[in-house]
T-cell receptor, first 112, second 117 residues
Framework: GENVEQHPSTLSVQEGDSAVIKCTYS??????FPWYKQELGKRPQLIIDIRSNVGEKKDQRIAVTLNKTAKHFSLHITETQPEDSAVYFC???????????FGKGTRLSVIA | GAVVSQHPSRVICKSGTSVKIECRSLDFQATTMFWYRQFPKQSLMLMATSNEGSKATYEQGVEKDKFLINHASLTLSTLTVTSAHPEDSSFYIC?????????????FGEGSRLTVL
């Protein structure tokens, strides 16, 4: 089955700096890669996703890149703000109605 | 986006009792729902896949007789934690995709925090 590895587990950045979180996956059949932001005690919120037919996607300060050959994808947050502080999870799934497999999460702290 | 509603949001029970958690897709039909469990400071771990009208598929290490899943309609799946013990205390989250959406966005319920005394 799919295995998703996520690094780093914790990340502290100064406000205004960029943050990068990286994930790798094992199943070459995976073709959907979402990123979720989770605040304490809340449900995960989708912030951006990418499918295997594109290499990059951007939404304002958030971007995701995908390298299918290397089986890794990354989340980039620019101009970080204190409200970006949360736990971020990457995930992967293959086609059809298959569940998402999550990485272990990255606790991002943005220091004002 | 689509809405998934989960109840109760918090439940405290005594050891040995059973607790039922409901997961509803409010504005779409879901032939499949997924149940995840999240322990403090850990990731979401898939427990089981709930299939409408058929038996659920459980992940390795998850006891099907302890975590009973029923998916009797296209909008409702329930998870019953039977004979709960303190080690079952966790955050349980359901999720669903719209039927026929293929590999689309997964919508999450609000989550249910179970505390077993």
């Amino acid at each position: 089955g799919e295995n998703v590895e996520q690094h780093p587990s914790t990340l502290s950045v100064q406000e205004g700096d960029s943050a990068v979180i990286k994930c790798t996956y094992s199943d070459s059949a995976s073709n959907y890669f979402p990123w979720y932001k989770q605040e304490l005690g809340k449900r995960p919120q989708l912030i951006i996703d990418i499918r295997s037919n594109v290499g990059e996607k951007k939404d304002q300060r958030i971007a995701v890149t995908l390298n299918k050959t290397a089986k890794h994808f990354s989340l980039h947050i620019t101009e970080t703000q204190p409200e970006d502080s949360a736990v971020y999870f990457c995930a992967a799934s293959s086609s059809g109605n298959t569940p998402l497999v999550f990485g272990k999460g990255t606790r991002l702290s943005v220091i004002a | 986006g689509a809405v998934v509603s989960q109840h109760p949001s918090r439940v405290i029970c005594k050891s040995g009792t059973s607790v039922k958690i409901e997961c509803r897709s409010l504005d779409f039909q879901a032939t499949t729902m997924f149940w995840y469990r999240q322990f403090p400071k850990q990731s979401l771990m898939l427990m089981a896949t709930s299939n409408e009208g058929s038996k659920a598929t459980y992940e390795q290490g998850v006891e099907k007789d302890k975590f009973l899943i029923n998916h009797a309609s296209l909008t409702l799946s329930t998870l019953t934690v039977t004979s709960a013990h303190p080690e079952d205390s966790s955050f349980y989250i359901c999720s669903a995709r719209e039927a026929g959406a293929g590999t689309g966005e997964l919508f999450f319920g609000e989550g249910s925090r179970l505390t077993v005394l």
